[in-house]
C-alpha cells in the first residue's frame, strides 16, 4: 500500500516531556481495542436491516475505506511523531489558524462525547446485569476511576487495555466458534450470506450499510494522539496500525458470516442484543451473563482509550499555542498530562448529564469525518516539507481516494446529525474568537 523513504536517521528519540513506554505490540492491542469496541456488539442487527443476511459485503468495504485514511495517518504520524494528532497535522498544512483549532475541536468533540457516551452505556443495562444502581452517578464514578488510571500512566493504561482487549476478543470468538459447532452439527443456513433485501439493488444496501459499518472502525485516528510515547514510531506505528485494521477486519467479517448463518436477517434485526441471540441459537450452553460481562470490559476499553486520545489531543494543543498553557503540564514522576485529563473529564462528566446521546453519537460520526478530510489533504500538503528522519510514505493516491471516500459517507448522514455537527463547530469557532481576544487582552 506503500513505500518507505529515508531522509536520514529514525525518528522517535525527540525531546519530550512524555515518557516512551509504548511498544509495537502494546500499540497493536491499543488500536485493536479501540476499534474492537461495543458497538459489534449491536451492530450486526442493525446491518442486517441493510443488507440482509450479506453482512460480510459492508464490512469489507467499510475495512477498504478506513485503511485509505489509515494511510495517511500513518505517513503523517511517522512524520510528525507528537502527540496532537490531526491538530498538529493541520496545523502545519494549513496558514489559518482557526482550521487546525478546528480539527483539534472537533476531535475533543468528539472524544469527550463519545467518552459519556460509552460511560452510560456501562451504567446502563450492562451493569444492571450484576448491580442495580442509578445510571447517570454511576457513569460519573467510572469516568472518575478511568481518569485516575489514564493519569497514573501510559504504561499501567496499556497494560489495562492489553487485558480488556483480549476479553472484548474473546467474546467475539465465542460467537464464531459457537456456529461452527452448530454448522458441525448440521444446523444454520450457509446460503443466506448471499441474501440481499429484495427491495433495494445490492450496491445501495453495500454502500448504505457500509456508511453504518465504517462506525466501528473509527478509532484507529485516536492512535495518532500517542505517538509522543511510542517507541521507535516510523517501524513501530505503520505495522501496528494496519495490522490492528486488518485484524479488526477479519474478526468483524467472522462474525458476520456467523451471524447471518445462525440467524436469519429479520430475526437480527429486531434483536437488541444480536450476538446474544446468535449464541442462543446455536444451542451451545453459554450463559448470557458471559457476554453482559464482556460487553462491560468493551465498553470499559473503549471509555479507557477515548481518554487518553482526548487528553493526549489537549496535550498537544496547548503545547502548539492553541489552547491554554495550563492544560500542558504534566505530572512530574508520572509524565501524564494531568490537567489536560482533569480538564477532559470534566467536560465528559457534564455531557453524561444529557442521557440520551445516540443522537449525539452521529454527530461524533460527522465531526470525525471532517478530521479525516483534513489529515487526508494535509499528507498531500506537506509533501513539500522534508524531514531529517526516516518515515512512512504513502501512495498519492491513497489520500486522494480517502478525501473521496469520506466526502461519501457525509452524503449518508441524516439533516439532524448535520445540525449537531454544525452545532459543535459553531461553539468552537466562538471558543476560538474569545480564546483569540483574550490572548490579545
Known sequence: ??????????????????????????????ILGDVLGAGIYALMG????????????????????????????????TKYPKAGGAAIFAQRAFKPPIISFLVGFSMLAAGVTSAAGLAIAFAGEYLKTFLDVPTIPAAMIFLVLVAALNARGISESMKSNLVMTVIEVSGLV?????????????????????????????????LGGAV??????????????????????????????????????????????????????????SSSGPLLAVVAATGVGIPEWVFSLIALIAVANGALLTMIMTSRVTYGMAEQGLLPSVLGRVLPNRRTPWVAIVATTILALLLTLVGDLSTLASAVVLL??????????????????????????????????????????????????????????????????????????
Open 1 to 30: 500500500m506503500a513505500s518507505t523513504t529515508t531522509t536520514g536517521q529514525a525518528a522517535g528519540d525527540t525531546d519530550s516531556k512524555l515518557t516512551r513506554r509504548i511498544t509495537g505490540p502494546l500499540l497493536f492491542l491499543f
Open 368 to 441: 470525525l469525518l471532517f478530521v479525516f478530510i483534513s489529515t487526508n489533504i494535509a499528507v498531500l500538503v506537506l509533501r513539500r516539507d522534508r524531514v531529517e528522519h526516516k518515515h512512512f510514505r504513502v501512495w498519492t493516491f491513497v489520500p486522494v481516494l480517502g478525501v473521496a471516500s469520506c466526502i461519501l459517507l457525509l452524503t449518508q448522514q441524516e439533516p439532524i446529525v448535520w445540525a449537531f455537527g454544525g452545532g459543535f463547530l459553531v461553539l468552537g469557532a466562538i471558543l476560538y474568537v474569545i480564546a483569540r481576544a483574550t490572548k490579545r487582552s
Open 174 to 206: 465465542i460467537v464464531v466458534v459457537a456456529v461452527a459447532v452448530m454448522l458441525g452439527g448440521g444446523g444454520g443456513d450457509i446460503s443466506r450470506v448471499a441474501e440481499f433485501p429484495s427491495e433495494t439493488a445490492p450496491g445501495l444496501a453495500v
Open 46 to 77: 442493525v446491518l442486517s436491516g441493510e443488507v440482509g443476511g450479506a453482512l460480510w459485503a459492508p464490512l469489507a468495504l467499510a475495512l477498504v475505506l478506513a485503511l485509505l485514511t489509515a494511510g495517511s495517518y500513518a505517513e503523517l504520524v
Open 212 to 269: 453504518i459499518a465504517y462506525y466501528s472502525f473509527v478509532g484507529f485516528e485516536t492512535s495518532a494522539n500517542v505517538a509522543e510515547e511510542v517507541r521507535d514510531p516510523s517501524r513501530v506505528y505503520p505495522r501496528a496500525l494496519f495490522g490492528a485494521l486488518l485484524a479488526a477486519g477479519v474478526v468483524y467479517i467472522l462474525v458476520g458470516l456467523a451471524s447471518s448463518i445462525a440467524l436469519p436477517a429479520d430475526d437480527l434485526s
